[in-house]
């Protein structure tokens, strides 16, 4: 087809190969989520709706990019991984990144039904993303945990504060004061002897986020078919499947790691 | 708040940010548009429809982000101009495409229906992106140009093509070897002399794509007001308001840009 | 020639191509050059043959890497700009920069001589560089600006200073003191009253610094030639030869670019 | 001090740190060193002066940038390897480099002498560099081996190249066709059969290259001290001290790693 002579301008476009024998992050955050979660009333201090659409979307983005092997969500944010030997888009940072914010956002967007029923979204949100590699396990490990220790760091303050508002009658700003300079066991304490609550029985999708893997499952499914000397018949078949399955678990510790060994590579390599 | 022992991660992530002084093109490609079309019975060679969902989407993007000056889209791409002196997200690449790709492809799902009535969209679509830097304004209005120009040369063929098959009676593989080797001339002969078409005729908005700009429009609302020693009263009232205008018009000659002198910055700064 | 299995290492190489259309300027400082000044004895506040040999060697630069249009230096640094359509070394940065420190540096060893005579070199000194891209020419001239008014603010300070040391009577310490907080006027002021000297009548060299620029000369040589019907004989033969010339004067007005329109290319391409 | 109004050229310079967690490797290569050492009438097939001045050039880098932990190089070029931890420069990219480059250069001339006596350089040479990444010690060796496996081919050929010429009497034509398409067993054929050369008998150095590491050395000086008690005397002190040692055996296989364990970092960090 014939080019033309404006086309020199392709050479003004940068390489942004990711470095090989990496793990390539790719981390996604939700654009004014606080006013986006008022003005779509999410329950406070977290909507399980919500937190099920980010955890819907974000496997609709692994189904997309097989590549990824695992990815850990919380709040308003999701974190997606790829595997270290990854070659999807050649390693450019700029399609990994942009394809799983669209894929993650035109799927919010298509799964909201199924979360929030006949309630409108009453505009398209947007979320950026931001990619950074790691080199090592520990390095990916330790990123994994940065963003649970978030979690957890903003959940039990968050369960507080709603907590004094909701059930102990206090102004937002009351609860703000009141938390104020107070330590996590100082929070653990306020809603055990205030409000009978043992923050560790609360729930784990909350404490703990969302971590999605892949995981192979047997499947047995029935198929017609028709054996040597027989009639055509049902019979039954087992196949294996990789499966999207999630977690609400600790990351930030080994046995996580232990009970899924595939899912890092070999540091050696 | 408390800070974790694993905030080291941080300092793995590098610094993007778009040079000084230079238009920031963000560009979106659909993913596998290909299929997409089909599934979707879209028109061939044009669906109006689908090409009015993307601009619908384009202009969601730029009333999000303001610092686009110029957007021009045709098929399944659109190209997102920054003005040089942009500091959104103090210019980093990653945010800056991140969000495009974001805000379109969540805008896309969201407007599906105002386009394609009650046909159902089957899945969540995705679009990539990347990121050019143009430090002139002939380098920037060389790439609009290479865009228009891919709009026509694409166009030409496809409508000669699906005319061939549609309205001539050909196979698609009958079509595409009668158009192997055929130069642009060969190509509006064919539509003129066997089907008295003549291409210049053809829709501008298949010929030319979307161009989206910013114009100011005087807008006369009427304001309840109480002018001094009067009642209170309906009086008109005369704003500026910015709105994103839509052209279908060429964009490779200077007509366009003499028309609308403020859509590009002075090369001098 | 075999590969080996090693070869894979190459593909963790990136890509630093510098952006196109735009001026490439690689700047050049000193290594701890306070320290290799004292051990050198080099005079205070200037060293006129430090200052030459520096200049000697950014000229040797400017002969080996054709495209550079001009280079700036004063002190210990020296800046060198390519012009903007370059393609030397596929403008990659990093070869533009390494080669321009190592040629600087060989060169800083290899004609020291030249300026301090039988006084030893003591060890190889040190340049560190780095890459810094400008779209415009406004924003080139900023930079050569910015340099030249740093030359300036510091040449004013360290001729007082020095004049208060040695002329003065003073410690470093009481000429410190004496100078915290002045104006550049107060300083010219204490120059001119108590030491009866003009700072606008020191050496250009040490208030300007140095630019470098090609300049075409005539050169009238003489050559043997056998013209028809003549005897073989010396012929005058005139030729244009580009050579570097040196400038001590101001480079932030306009006056120095109108007298070699031919350094900066055009903005509008 | 003042601030000029040109300060704002600042804000393009690019910010480009090493990935973390990562060795760095500079690799230098000598520019035009054909010619170079034709000029200056290097020995056939390997000069030692030459040589030997670049190792002593590699050891000044290596003493001036402390967290190189293993410089390697061969021919005309040589790889200087930083710690993963390192952060000298803050990692930057470019000053690394540069640095690397220019303290490489320096030295070459500086030290001329030391190794060609009154055999004069002509003029200063240039070398070029660049930056490479590598994750893990898997990689680093694999790098590392791939510059020794091409010390290794170029050498053999050269070897036999230059044998055929000075010792059999072949043109350097004629020595290029009779190794066209020939295998390294062929070429030890060559020269065993032929010229009754074993080639693993040539100079390790010119087979193997120069490792330079750090090395921790016992040293015992005579200190002039006074015990209690005692007159002033001479005392023997026993201290450590790193020293830069050079070695020219295989670093292809695990033998020179598992000897020297301290080179390389724990992968799992």
Redesign the interface.
């Known amino acids: 087809?014939?080019k033309?002579k404006?086309?020199?301008?392709?050479?003004?476009?940068?390489?942004?190969?990711c470095?090989?024998?990496?793990y390539i992050v790719v981390r996604?955050d939700g654009?004014n989520f606080h006013k986006f979660a008022e003005q779509h009333q999410f329950a406070k201090p977290n909507d399980d709706r919500a937190l099920g659409l980010m955890s819907r979307s974000a496997r609709?983005v692994m189904e997309?990019l097989e590549d990824i092997i695992i990815s850990y969500g919380q709040s308003d944010e999701f974190s997606f991984v790829f595997k270290k030997t990854s070659t999807w888009?050649k390693r450019r940072?700029?399609?990994l990144?942009?394809?799983v914010?669209?894929?993650?956002?035109?799927?919010?967007?298509?799964?909201w039904k199924e979360f929030f029923g006949e309630q409108p979204?009453l505009?398209?949100?947007?979320?950026?993303?931001?990619?950074?590699?790691?080199?090592?396990?520990?390095?990916l490990r330790?990123?994994l945990?940065?963003r649970q220790?978030?979690c957890h760091?903003n959940n039990l303050?968050n369960t507080v504060f709603w907590t004094l508002v909701q059930k102990g009658g206090l102004t937002t700003t009351q609860a703000e004061d009141r938390l104020k300079g107070t330590?996590?066991s100082d929070k653990n304490e306020i809603l055990f002897s205030e409000f009978d609550i043992n923050y560790n029985n609360e729930s784990a999708l909350h404490r703990k986020g969302t971590a999605l893997i892949w995981e192979k499952r047997d499947e047995t499914v029935s198929k017609r078919m028709k054996l040597p000397n027989e009639e055509e018949r049902e019979v039954p078949v087992t196949r294996s499947r990789r499966k999207v399955e999630a977690y609400h678990c600790d990351i930030i510790g080994d046995q996580f790691w232990e009970e899924h060994p595939d899912i890092l590579e070999d540091?050696?390599?």
Chains 1, 2, 3, 4 share one sequence.
């Open positions: 087809m014939a033309s404006f086309e020199y301008v392709r050479s003004f476009e940068t390489d942004d190969t470095l090989r024998n990496c996604l654009r609709s997309e888009f940072a700029s399609k990144m942009t394809h914010a669209s894929q993650f956002s035109s799927s919010y967007v298509f799964y979204l505009y398209p949100p947007g979320f950026d993303g931001r990619v950074v590699l790691y080199p090592t396990n520990r390095n330790d990123y945990s940065w220790a978030d760091i303050y330590l996590a540091d050696n390599c």
